[in-house]
């Protein structure tokens, strides 16, 4: 285990974080997912070291370092806003950490290795104050990351950046952890928990209401909260495959069933996510007129629960032929299709009736892994 | 829009307060400049021939200097700790720093005389090392330093509480010691409000009179001195040593300012 949290807790006057506990292995790009002040960001300074917690302990690599001072702990932190010193270069900024024992020499070939891998070598001679939003972040990053942490937090590193440099720093991000940094992400935003996490812990009201995969979290919200925080009850990985025609309606492959994806993203992995609102269920009828829903599939009901002001019926799509086909990929797939109790009632439906269930393309919002 | 602003630069209010504006600045400009219209520039370059005037100038100069360079080791530090930490009785510690500045001067020479003169453990242990603060330039330091210290204090803390905390948070999280946070994040950045602190420090301590003159008549520094030669030999005589003073005190003064703000727009 590289980073255990246990039973932290910390109270402010009207607020307060209460008994968090969670795991991160190496590896991992860990999400931590919530709105906004229910204490993320106070949790990463516990963890951090600005901030000493009432009660629990931090472990890193097995050691306790709840009271360990700031610099001693490993721990690199990249704040929601800009702390590169301003009264430096970019050069001066990301050499910070390295000042003690390098060498001059070590020192200017690992800030021009760190520029590169960070597309900032152009910027290195300017004053950190004349850079733009974008171009800060990769700096704090490659700042950060010189200080070889073992462990790289970061606070709502996205969200306050220009449309453009999002996905930039994105794929940074990604590849950062794909070196076997650790990374710990606080945001608010389900599309970066989508796009960066391998695992995510979700924030209610300063707990932790659930940690897991990311896919465990998006298709199986342990509560009404979660659901309905995430947004999206219905979430799959696969593929997406090259347009058969010009127009931007894709293929996604998901399992052994295919969805008609409306998008102008180019081919490759991710995620699909389905607003359980957008998606109709009709009875089966041979006779139907064609709608304007790409997506039309055959399934049954396994499962009607109340939801809020509405009803969410569930209903597995995967195909009984699959199933004959092969045991191994007889795994449910099921969406949650949001609808009014009226609706139940006039449809006469109950668990095991066969259904179909639709969803335009337009509403299957796509993320790139 | 144009007559718009024009018409609100020259509303009746600002006018008039325009117009107070005027009066202090008469009043400050006024004394000096009749002060120097009523020297000769014969007197003015026979008093700076006056080895006595010269050697007092110098002296003034290097104290006030070397008061404000030496406490300032002590004060920078202390005025980072009352911007960053809280402490019991921290309200009580900042009015003992203002203290200086509200008591009359020659009070506060006599009150340092009374912790430095012969009698005084301190004095005796200077005895012993061989100097004495009574009637010598480290008792001029001490006066000015006593003085002028709140300045420094109070712009260099000013300074501290303008660097962000996050900054400094930063910079201990990429592993810097505390020690090296403050000299390489906290201090440059405060480093205007320090510079100006340590300017008006050593302006102040060099316009010392009151103090100066209790604890150390003898060497004499220019304050002195043209007090001296106005009791003994009248206007006429302390005038040119007065107007040179100013004149070396108002060049050194403005080549400061002009550092300072050539290092901010290198900052820029």
């Known amino acids: 285990m590289l980073l255990t949290v246990r039973d932290i807790s910390k109270a402010f006057s009207g607020f307060e974080i209460k008994n968090v506990s969670f795991d991160v292995q190496p590896g991992w790009y860990f999400v931590l997912l919530g709105a906004s002040g229910v204490g993320k960001s106070l949790l990463l300074e516990i963890i951090a070291g600005l901030t000493r917690p009432d009660a629990g302990q931090i472990f890193l690599n097995g050691k306790d370092i709840t009271s360990e001072k700031i610099q001693k702990r490993k721990i690199g932190l990249v704040f929601q806003h800009n702390t590169l010193f301003p009264h430096m270069t970019v050069y001066d900024n990301i050499a910070y950490p390295l000042r003690s024992g390098h060498t001059k020499s070590q020192i200017s070939k690992r800030v021009a290795q760190l520029a590169e891998n960070f597309g900032v070598t152009n910027l290195l001679n300017r004053k950190s104050q004349t850079l733009s939003g974008g171009e800060s972040q990769r700096v704090s990053l490659a700042r950060t990351v010189a200080s070889e942490p073992d462990c790289l937090l970061l606070d709502e590193p996205i969200c306050s950046l220009d449309a453009t440099s999002r996905p930039q720093i994105r794929t940074l991000l990604r590849r950062i952890n794909a070196n076997g940094q650790t990374i710990i992400h606080v945001t608010h935003d389900y599309t970066e928990a989508v796009s960066l996490g391998t695992h995510i812990a979700v924030m209610e009201r300063g707990i932790i209401a659930q940690t897991g995969k990311v896919e465990d979290i998006f298709q199986h919200p342990k509560s009404e909260f979660i659901a309905r925080f995430i ?139 | 829009m144009k007559t718009e602003t024009l018409k609100r630069k020259y509303e009746p209010l600002s006018l008039l307060f325009a117009a107070f504006g005027g009066v202090v600045l008469l009043f400050i400009i006024a004394p000096l400049i009749s002060m120097f219209l009523n020297c000769s520039l014969l007197e003015l370059a026979e008093t700076a021939k006056d080895p006595e005037v010269r050697g007092s100038i110098w002296l003034t100069l290097l104290t006030s200097m070397a008061a404000t360079t030496i406490f300032a080791i002590a004060a920078i530090p202390f005025s980072y700790l009352l911007a960053r930490k809280q402490f019991p009785l921290k309200g009580l510690v900042s009015g003992i720093i203002d203290l200086p500045i509200v008591i009359p001067h020659s009070a506060a020479g006599i009150a340092l005389l009374s912790v430095v003169s012969r009698g005084t453990f301190l004095g005796q242990a200077a005895d ?82 009151g103090a100066v003159l209790i604890i150390a008549y003898h060497p004499m520094i220019t304050p002195v001195l043209i007090y001296e030669r106005f009791g003994a030999f009248g206007l006429k005589y302390a005038r040119p040593v007065a107007v040179l003073f100013v004149s070396v005190c108002l060049v050194f003064f403005i080549i400061l300012r002009l550092l300072v703000r050539g290092k901010d727009a290198a900052h820029r």
């Open chain 2, 128 to 209: 012993k090392m061989g100097f004495s603060f009574v009637g010598s330039s480290v008792g001029i330091m001490l006066a000015m330093a006593f003085v002028s210290i709140p300045f420094l204090i109070n712009s260099a803390r000013d300074g501290f509480l303008s660097v962000p905390v996050r900054l400094e948070k930063a910079a201990l999280s990429l592993g810097a010691s505390p020690f090296r946070v403050f000299f390489t994040i906290s201090v440059p950045l405060a480093s205007r409000s320090i510079v100006s602190g340590l300017i008006l420090m050593w302006a102040r301590g060099m316009s010392e009179f």
């Open chain 1, 231 to 369: 947004g999206i009850r219905n979430f799959f990985k696969g593929h997406l495959e090259q347009p058969y025609h010009q127009s931007g309606l894709k293929l996604f492959r998901t399992g052994s069933l295919d969805f008609s994806v409306l998008t102008d993203r180019l081919a490759g992995n991710g995620f699909v996510c389905i607003r359980s609102e957008d998606v109709t269920i009709s009875n089966l009828d041979p006779m139907a007129k064609p709608t304007s829903a790409r997506n039309n599939f055959e399934g049954t009901i396994v499962d009607i629960v109340r939801a809020g002001p509405g009803i969410e019926v569930i209903v597995d799509i995967n195909t009984d032929k699959s199933k004959l086909i092969n045991k191994a990929n007889s795994t449910p797939l099921e969406v949650a299709a949001l609808i009014s109790n009226e609706s139940v009632k006039t449809l006469n439906l109950h668990c095991g009736k066969k259904v179909i269930l639709s969803f335009k393309a337009s509403a299957v919002k796509y993320v790139e892994e």
